[in-house]
T-cell receptor, first 114, second 113 residues
């Protein structure tokens, strides 16, 4: 049981490039989330999903896109990367069975845009 | 959602109990108190949650005052590995509302040898 797995762990992008952060969970959790955390700050929700085929915007969705074609995977797409997207990105999941607000987080993906 | 107030930082000696306070004076009757921690550069880790009764698990104890306006997370025998930022969050346990989960700056706990 690996929990929540994120790839890559580190990435450097040039301004205007695009990339996808991968997130997969093997706990059969319905709910999945993408957060970003800027240095010295709390987490901010980018997008979330309550099940396959359903996604919705969080607090800071601009510049990102997501999809949820399976229960396990919730990739985050960055189009036209900007320096303001330099951050650490965390994927998380939760299950109504274990408590909807008990989130399991991945180890994070550190992205730098130059 | 109820707001929470936590001290910015705290120190604790290794082996002693660490008591981390959280004020949530505007908490409503159906809101739970959740605690997470984030060890440097890692993803946050769930610790414990409760509604009104005190709770204990293998990681910590949660003491909630009778009026529910504040709570204390207790790490009974702090170790150096407990050095982390601790977040207190108040929420109605509804996954659809997780989009509104507000993560503040938490309390930075330093456990000293």
């Amino acid at each position: 049981n690996a929990g929540v797995t994120q790839t890559p762990k580190f990435r450097i992008l040039k301004i205007g490039q695009s990339m996808t952060l991968q997130c997969t969970q093997d706990m059969n959790h319905n709910y999945m989330y993408w957060y970003r955390q800027d240095p010295g700050m709390g987490l901010k929700l980018i997008y979330y999903s309550v099940g396959a085929g359903i996604t919705d915007k969080g607090e800071v969705p601009n510049g990102y896109n997501v999809s949820r074609s399976t229960t396990e995977d919730f990739p985050l797409r960055l189009e036209l990367a900007a320096p303001s997207q330099t951050s650490v990105y965390f994927c998380a999941s939760s299950s109504l069975d274990s408590g909807a607000n008990v989130l399991t987080f991945g180890a994070g993906s550190r992205l730098t845009v130059l | 959602d109820a707001k929470t107030t936590q001290p910015t930082s705290m120190d604790c000696a290794e082996g002693r109990a660490a008591n981390l306070p959280c004020n949530h004076s505007t908490i409503s009757g159906n809101e739970y108190v959740y605690w997470y921690r984030q060890i440097h550069s890692q993803g946050p880790q769930y610790i414990i949650h409760g509604l009104k009764n005190n709770e204990t698990n293998e990681m910590a104890s949660l003491i909630i005052t009778e009026d529910r306006k504040s709570s204390t997370l207790i790490l009974p025998h702090a170790t150096l590995r407990d050095t982390a930022v601790y977040y207190c969050i108040v929420r109605v346990p509804n996954a659809g509302n997780n989009r509104k989960l507000i993560w503040g700056l938490g309390t930075s706990l330093a456990v000293n040898p």
